[in-house]
């Protein structure tokens, strides 16, 4: 049976020309069409530095409107024979959730082309740079571990935009094997979406993020979860105004995306959440016993570092002031 690639053209859509002057890639992969993945696509499109774009995915309809949007050229599922597109691909973005990634490396591997680079777009490291070495196998040195760290609430390629990495950082973690070529090539890639390209070791970059990525995720959806499952819940979110608001927007993140990223590192997560909760502990200890000079010292210190944060952070990286684009 022939399974239909579908095009952009299918779409019955007029096709974006690309200016003169030989593109960066040819062709691109986009595995996990998604917020990340599309907007990636989209970037590199407007920059000029990619031909053509094929998407790989598990939904029709997401990827019928990643085609509609322009944001891929042609698309397969993952039900079709994908991997006969990966053989032409120069370079594979992997920005599925995590959890998903042995099973595509292992999948990819076979059909990768000799000078093709891997990349994915993670919220982990050490767990995926792991998958990596143990399925992509001759591949692995092309494989270049990055985390761009940019993102919204929204997921799909319905939610992707060309300037979601303007001015925002993209954290490599290359290995003592990682080839310096392909390393060269995917900072060349970030930075022309508008990134900052910074690199971390992968252990400290799982470290870091549990502490301002992971923690705050699993600590939003745990209110919203607690406060959901109260009988006067109704009265609970009626009544919620713009703290509650700030504090939880992450909470209507992707699940399975954070199951797996919370699972992925569950390790640096465990350690993060056992300080928090002596943190909280010490906290609870002061309001128990009506301390008001040590919890005002407390939210005194934290109220610095954040404005401190904030400050340098806008200046750095042109970040909104309300936070709306973090991740």
Not at 222 to 227: C, H, K, N, R
Not at 267 to 295: C, F, P
Request: charged content about 20%; aromatic content about 6%.
């Amino acid at each position: 049976m022939r399974w239909p690639v579908r095009s952009l053209a299918d779409s019955g859509l007029a096709i974006p020309s690309v200016t003169t002057g030989a593109p960066r890639i040819e062709t691109l992969a986009v595995v996990g069409v998604g917020l990340i993945g599309g907007s990636f696509a989209l970037a590199l499109k407007e920059a000029r530095h990619v031909g053509s774009v094929v998407g790989v995915g598990r939904g029709r309809e997401n990827l019928d409107a990643a085609l509609a949007s322009g944001i891929v050229d042609r698309a397969v599922t993952l039900r079709e024979p994908w991997t006969r597109e990966i053989e032409s691909a120069d370079l594979v973005l992997v920005a599925t959730p995590v959890g998903e990634f042995a099973a595509l490396f292992a999948a990819l591997a076979p059909h990768l082309r000799a000078d093709a680079i891997v990349t994915d777009a993670g919220s982990t490291k050490e767990s995926v740079i792991a998958a990596a070495r143990a399925h992509l196998g001759s591949a692995f040195s092309r494989f270049v571990p990055g985390h761009p760290i940019a993102g919204t609430e929204h997921s799909g390629a319905s939610a992707a935009f060309a300037t979601l990495f303007r001015d925002r950082n993209v954290v490599l973690t290359p290995t003592a094997e990682t080839d310096a070529a392909a390393l060269a090539t995917v900072t060349d890639l970030w930075s022309a979406c508008g990134a900052h390209v910074r690199q971390l070791d992968p252990a400290a970059h799982d470290r870091i993020f549990a502490a301002v990525s992971h923690l705050p995720h699993l600590l939003a959806f745990a209110l919203v979860d607690l406060l959901a499952a109260r009988p006067d819940a109704d009265d609970v979110f009626r009544f919620a105004a713009s703290g509650f608001r700030d504090f939880t927007r992450i909470a209507a993140s992707s699940p399975e995306m954070w199951r797996d990223i919370s699972l992925a590192n569950r390790d640096a997560l465990v350690g993060a959440i056992e300080a928090y909760r002596k943190q909280l502990a010490a906290v609870a200890a002061m309001v128990a016993s009506a301390d008001g000079a040590s919890l005002e010292a407390v939210y005194a210190r934290a109220a610095a570092a954040r404005r401190a944060w904030g400050a340098a952070h806008r200046a750095a990286a042109a970040v909104p002031a309300d936070g709306s684009r973090e991740r």
